[in-house]
């Protein structure tokens, strides 16, 4: 997947005539790691939907940076570059394998890249051994795993994660702090939410949070000790 560039001008949502928030400028450039943060019902999933395309703000202009004839012959289609992940991981009735291999279907993969791609990331998220599992007997972090893989084998320009590592044990964490580093180290970005500050989102080189209907730019936030501590830099 070709990387993309994601801006946005003066966006905002309103909920039931209730401003959300109000951003005039934004933007998502490639290898950007972004740790979004604020209360509860403060609008950080409003915001990562309407990012993803599949919530219309109640204002503003929303533009990913268009893509050469080059990239476009090569497959690249807008949109498509960016994934939303939630915390109740969305799954289809099948088998593991063929819940990470549905994304690839619209690809135009062959079916052996489809198998490498969906058993690499399998092995990565270590739940290679579950394969052949009906995903109606995985645990729920498991399901997230599974989640994780198939949004990896999909390569996307941009990644929207939200809380997806809640209720994760550290094993779990860590599994899907891999391979959100193999993505941005192969150029893509990262926005995430999670209540609290914990391996995966020490991979962010941003801190925003919502507040007061404003989007601010803080100080990140680094693990420092074995206590998942964090302090500001």
């Known amino acids: 997947m070709s990387q993309i560039t994601l801006e946005a001008s003066d966006l905002s949502v309103k909920y039931k005539h209730r ?11 490639p290898g950007d790691a972004i740790y979004l ?10 915001l990562l939907k309407v990012l993803a395309g599949i919530q219309k703000p ?12 080059m990239q476009r012959l090569a497959g690249f289609a807008g949109q498509s570059g960016v994934i939303y992940m939630h915390q109740a991981a969305y799954l289809f009735d099948g088998t593991v394998a063929e819940n990470v291999a ?6 135009h993969f062959c079916q052996r890249t489809c198998r490498q791609l969906t058993m690499q990331a ?17 645990s729920g972090g498991e399901k997230q795993k599974v989640a994780m893989a198939r949004a990896w084998a999909l390569n996307p320009s941009i990644l929207l994660m939200d809380e997806s590592c809640a209720n994760l044990d550290p094993d779990a964490i860590e599994a ?27 991979c962010c080189n941003q801190r925003w949070s919502i507040e007061s209907q404003r989007l601010i730019h803080k100080p990140k936030l680094n693990l420092i000790n074995k206590d998942n501590h964090a302090v500001a830099s």
């Open 176 to 202: 899907q702090k891999v391979m959100v580093e193999d993505l941005l180290d192969r150029g893509s970005s990262l926005v995430i939410t999670s209540h609290h500050p914990n391996s995966l989102t020490a």
């Open 19 to 29: 401003l959300l928030f109000h951003i005039p400028s934004l933007k998502i450039a």
């Open 37 to 46: 943060t604020g209360q509860n019902g403060i609008g950080k999933t409003s």
């Open 102 to 107: 549905y994304g690839l279907k619209g690809r």
């Open 122 to 138: 399998l092995r990565m998220i270590g739940l290679e051994s579950l394969s052949r599992e009906h995903i109606s007997v995985l």
């Open 58 to 69: 109640t204002s503003g202009i929303l533009n990913l940076r268009k893509p050469t004839l």
